[in-house]
């Protein structure tokens, strides 16, 4: 089994996943399991974290959204990275996605090829979504999280006590995927 974590990229100078991000894929991820340890694009020689502040970040995540929506290239490039985590899993694997991650796999998963015996487990949190979901997803959102329940219209299977930058940490929702992904 593969798990991965999608958002949107905060840095376009680097895919590193922050420490609560690796934390919160290390909590939920079963024993065994494969974690990618790098953010999309999935580059495993990226540099490491820093910190981008609050404005940039947004900004960036806001641009990738547009791609999602405007630009073929950007929905293809999506594709082809998802493509290759996938053909790499094994029989599963578990795709979580935080804020714009999920329109971004919404954007990419028609073009992608899910190989026989293959399962995709999408777990997203907080999401970001301006379309009817095509990818089958199990959605978490907090009930302090304002910016998803303004930019996501769709169906919520589980609510839970957080705002939308508390998702890594909240044990609510650690307990919550982790149980998802066994």
Not at 117 to 139: E, I, K, M, N, Y
Request: glycine share 8%.
């Amino acid at each position: 089994m593969r798990v991965a974590l999608l958002t949107g990229r905060s840095s376009f100078v680097s895919s590193a996943l922050s420490p609560a991000q690796l934390d919160f894929l290390d909590a939920v991820a079963p024993a065994g399991a494969d974690v990618v340890r790098a953010g999309f694009p999935f580059d495993a020689a990226s540099p490491v974290y820093e910190e981008v502040p609050m404005v940039a970040a947004s900004w960036r995540n806001t641009r990738q959204v547009g791609w999602t929506i405007y630009s073929p290239e950007f929905r293809k490039s999506v594709a082809l990275r998802l493509q290759i985590l996938m053909d790499g899993a094994g029989s599963r694997l578990a795709l979580v996605t935080g804020s714009c991650g999920l329109q971004m796999a919404n954007a990419a998963w028609p073009l992608l090829r899910i190989q026989d015996g293959l399962r995709v487990d999408v777990v997203a949190l907080g999401p970001v979504c301006f379309r009817s979901l095509r990818v089958p997803a199990t959605v978490i959102q907090g009930r302090r999280d304002g910016w998803s329940r303004f930019f996501y219209r769709g169906r919520v299977d589980r609510y839970c006590e957080c705002g939308h930058l508390d998702y890594w940490a909240s044990d609510e929702v650690r307990a919550t995927v982790g149980a998802l992904l066994r």
